[in-house]
Protein backbone atom coordinates (compact mmCIF):
# COMPACT_ATOMS: atom_id res chain seq x y z
CA UNK A 1 0.00 0.00 0.00
CA UNK A 2 1.72 3.10 -0.88
CA UNK A 3 1.24 6.02 1.67
CA UNK A 4 0.70 9.71 1.45
CA UNK A 5 4.77 10.34 1.72
CA UNK A 6 5.21 7.74 -1.27
CA UNK A 7 3.05 9.51 -3.16
CA UNK A 8 4.21 13.16 -3.12
CA UNK A 9 7.58 12.10 -3.52
CA UNK A 10 6.78 10.54 -6.81
CA UNK A 11 4.79 13.36 -7.77
CA UNK A 12 7.72 15.44 -6.83
CA UNK A 13 9.64 13.25 -9.07
CA UNK A 14 7.71 13.46 -11.66
CA UNK A 15 7.43 17.57 -11.68
CA UNK A 16 3.32 17.78 -10.37
CA UNK A 17 4.94 20.45 -7.94
CA UNK A 18 5.90 23.98 -8.20
CA UNK A 19 9.46 24.09 -6.28
CA UNK A 20 9.54 27.13 -4.06
CA UNK A 21 12.67 27.21 -2.71
CA UNK A 22 15.58 25.44 -0.21
CA UNK A 23 17.90 26.25 2.15
CA UNK A 24 20.93 24.08 2.94
CA UNK A 25 19.03 20.76 4.48
CA UNK A 26 15.23 20.96 2.99
CA UNK A 27 13.84 21.59 -0.19
CA UNK A 28 10.30 22.89 -0.62
CA UNK A 29 7.10 22.03 -2.55
CA UNK A 30 4.06 23.99 -3.27
CA UNK A 31 1.70 21.07 -2.84
CA UNK A 32 -1.20 23.42 -4.79
CA UNK A 33 -3.96 22.99 -1.76
CA UNK A 34 -2.89 25.53 0.81
CA UNK A 35 0.59 23.69 2.09
CA UNK A 36 3.28 23.12 1.40
CA UNK A 37 6.04 20.05 1.83
CA UNK A 38 9.72 20.30 3.34
CA UNK A 39 11.45 17.62 2.20
CA UNK A 40 14.95 16.81 4.21
CA UNK A 41 17.99 16.16 2.33
CA UNK A 42 20.01 15.17 4.91
CA UNK A 43 20.09 14.85 8.97
CA UNK A 44 20.43 18.29 9.36
CA UNK A 45 16.93 18.79 7.51
CA UNK A 46 15.52 15.50 9.60
CA UNK A 47 16.27 17.58 12.86
CA UNK A 48 14.71 20.72 11.87
CA UNK A 49 11.56 18.85 10.59
CA UNK A 50 11.51 17.57 13.71
CA UNK A 51 11.38 20.91 15.39
CA UNK A 52 9.08 22.30 13.39
CA UNK A 53 6.56 19.80 14.50
CA UNK A 54 7.31 19.47 18.10
CA UNK A 55 7.05 23.44 18.13
CA UNK A 56 3.86 23.76 15.90
CA UNK A 57 2.41 20.59 18.32
CA UNK A 58 2.87 22.54 21.69
CA UNK A 59 2.84 26.57 20.54
CA UNK A 60 -0.49 28.13 20.59
CA UNK A 61 1.23 31.91 19.81
CA UNK A 62 -0.06 31.79 16.29
CA UNK A 63 3.44 33.19 15.77
CA UNK A 64 3.98 29.97 13.50
CA UNK A 65 2.74 28.75 10.63
CA UNK A 66 1.30 25.23 11.89
CA UNK A 67 2.86 22.00 10.64
CA UNK A 68 -0.49 19.25 9.66
CA UNK A 69 1.16 16.26 9.11
CA UNK A 70 5.08 14.32 9.21
CA UNK A 71 6.44 11.46 7.79
CA UNK A 72 7.65 8.92 10.80
CA UNK A 73 10.96 9.28 9.95
CA UNK A 74 10.71 13.22 9.42
CA UNK A 75 12.11 13.42 6.40
CA UNK A 76 8.93 14.96 4.77
CA UNK A 77 6.97 18.03 6.78
CA UNK A 78 3.43 19.19 5.33
CA UNK A 79 2.87 22.84 6.90
CA UNK A 80 0.12 25.67 6.33
CA UNK A 81 1.39 27.64 2.87
CA UNK A 82 2.13 30.96 3.52
CA UNK A 83 2.02 33.98 0.96
CA UNK A 84 5.69 35.27 0.36
CA UNK A 85 6.84 38.79 1.99
CA UNK A 86 8.70 41.23 0.24
CA UNK A 87 10.18 43.29 3.12
CA UNK A 88 11.04 42.64 6.50
CA UNK A 89 9.71 45.76 6.83
CA UNK A 90 6.43 44.51 6.46
CA UNK A 91 6.76 42.20 9.79
CA UNK A 92 7.98 45.59 11.21
CA UNK A 93 5.14 47.38 10.48
CA UNK A 94 2.55 44.26 12.23
CA UNK A 95 4.62 44.26 14.97
CA UNK A 96 4.96 48.41 15.47
CA UNK A 97 8.17 48.63 15.79
CA UNK A 98 10.98 50.33 13.61
CA UNK A 99 13.85 47.58 13.12
CA UNK A 100 15.15 44.07 14.19
CA UNK A 101 16.10 45.12 17.52
CA UNK A 102 12.83 46.17 18.52
CA UNK A 103 11.41 43.15 16.70
CA UNK A 104 13.81 40.97 18.99
CA UNK A 105 12.94 42.36 22.19
CA UNK A 106 9.17 41.97 22.13
CA UNK A 107 7.91 39.38 24.51
CA UNK A 108 6.19 37.20 21.94
CA UNK A 109 9.36 36.61 20.45
CA UNK A 110 11.53 36.44 23.68
CA UNK A 111 8.91 33.59 24.69
CA UNK A 112 9.62 31.67 21.82
CA UNK A 113 12.91 32.12 22.03
CA UNK A 114 12.74 30.70 25.47
CA UNK A 115 10.37 28.02 25.08
CA UNK A 116 12.03 26.62 22.12
CA UNK A 117 15.44 27.41 22.37
CA UNK A 118 15.27 29.36 18.92
CA UNK A 119 17.74 31.90 17.36
CA UNK A 120 16.07 35.00 16.74
CA UNK A 121 18.83 36.30 14.73
CA UNK A 122 17.28 33.86 11.83
CA UNK A 123 13.55 35.80 11.92
CA UNK A 124 15.54 39.28 10.33
CA UNK A 125 15.21 37.58 7.12
CA UNK A 126 12.14 37.92 5.13
CA UNK A 127 12.22 34.57 3.81
CA UNK A 128 12.00 32.92 7.53
CA UNK A 129 8.20 35.06 7.07
CA UNK A 130 5.20 34.13 5.32
CA UNK A 131 1.50 35.82 5.59
CA UNK A 132 -1.37 33.93 5.93
CA UNK A 133 -4.84 35.30 6.51
CA UNK A 134 -2.71 38.85 6.28
CA UNK A 135 -1.17 38.16 9.40
CA UNK A 136 2.65 37.53 9.30
CA UNK A 137 3.62 34.24 10.64
CA UNK A 138 6.84 32.48 10.87
CA UNK A 139 7.38 29.69 7.88
CA UNK A 140 11.07 28.51 8.65
CA UNK A 141 11.70 27.52 12.39
CA UNK A 142 13.39 24.14 12.63
CA UNK A 143 16.77 26.16 13.35
CA UNK A 144 17.02 25.50 16.82
CA UNK A 145 20.58 26.06 19.28
CA UNK A 146 20.19 22.29 19.52
CA UNK A 147 20.18 21.52 15.50
CA UNK A 148 23.63 24.45 15.06
CA UNK A 149 25.13 23.08 17.63
CA UNK A 150 24.97 19.74 15.85
CA UNK A 151 24.88 20.43 12.55
CA UNK A 152 26.22 23.48 11.73
Given at each position: ????????????????????????????????????????????????????????????????????????????????????????????KYFNVTNKKELFELE?????????????????????????????????????????????
Amino acid sequence: MINIFDEIMLNIMRGYYRYIGSGSSRDVFDLGNEYVIKVAKNKAGIAQNKYEYKISAYDNSELFAKVIQVSTDFRFLIMQKADKINNISDVWKYFNVTNKKELFELEELQCIKKNYNLLLGDFARNSNWGLINGRPVIIDYGFTRVVKNKYY
